[in-house]
């Protein structure tokens, strides 16, 4: 597609329960982040792609949290045994290379932890 | 560490100018953005301007950057309701190569 495509749009999981939300970058985009965006919050950053880099994780709250890019390509960010204050909207963006000056955004997958 | 900061709020009357106003922190930002979220929706990108630029005018929009106070303003002229939104600032941190966004401006716009 042209844009950067997320799913699920929508997730309601058990607090506990292990979730996946993918990312399909837009075609030929060597960059790609994971953001998280809380109700009422600013954007938090969580990892950072660019190429066969080793990625940058700096912003993954804990070590339930993790992702990988397969093929340089599409992205998946997994969060195991979800907590209520994991419920946020995640967004993932792309951008052609790491100098950024056209970064795209996903409409987010929205994760709801009950 | 770095910081991006915003106001979280402002109001305008429809057909006035809108000024969102940034401040950050990295002394090496390569760009600067503004981002429109609607509610609901993902975000959008507005405009950007790469760090050697003092404006960029597009349309509607005119940003400002004041490098030298490390202050970026996003001006809407003729403020419309369809611009009620909330309008993120970012800093492409370079050393880094990560986007440190602010919290967000919500503008309102009242009749």
């Known amino acids: 597609g042209a844009g950067v495509s997320q799913s699920p749009s929508n997730k309601v999981t058990e607090k506990g329960k292990d979730v996946e939300l993918r990312c399909d970058p837009i075609?030929?985009?060597?960059?790609l982040y994971w953001y998280r965006q809380s109700l009422g919050q600013g954007l938090e950053f969580l990892i950072y792609f660019q190429g066969n880099s080793a990625p940058d994780k700096s912003g993954l709250p804990s070590d339930r949290f993790s992702a990988e890019r397969t093929g340089g390509s599409v992205s998946t960010l997994t969060i195991q045994r979800t907590q209520q204050e994991d419920s946020a909207v995640y967004l993932c963006a792309s951008s052609l290379h790491s100098s950024g000056n056209t970064i795209y955004f996903g409409e987010g997958s929205w994760l709801t932890v009950v | 560490g770095e910081d991006v900061e915003q106001s979280l709020f402002l109001s305008v009357r429809e057909g006035d100018s809108s000024v969102i106003n940034c401040t950050y922190t990295?002394?090496?930002?390569?760009?600067l953005y503004w981002y429109k979220q609607e509610p609901g929706a993902g975000l959008q990108l507005l405009t950007y301007?790469?760090?050697?630029?003092d404006m960029k005018q597009d349309q509607r929009l005119t940003v400002l950057l004041n490098k030298k106070d490390k202050h970026l303003s996003l001006r809407i002229a003729d403020t419309q309701t369809g611009d009620s939104a909330i309008y993120f600032c970012?800093?492409?941190?370079?050393?880094?190569?990560?986007?440190?966004f602010g919290s967000g401006t919500r503008l309102s716009i009242r009749p």
């Open positions: 990295d002394s090496s930002s390569t760009y």
């Open positions: 970012a800093d492409l941190y370079s050393s880094a190569s990560k986007i440190i």
């Open positions: 301007i790469f760090s050697n630029m």
């Open positions: 075609s030929g985009h060597t960059a």
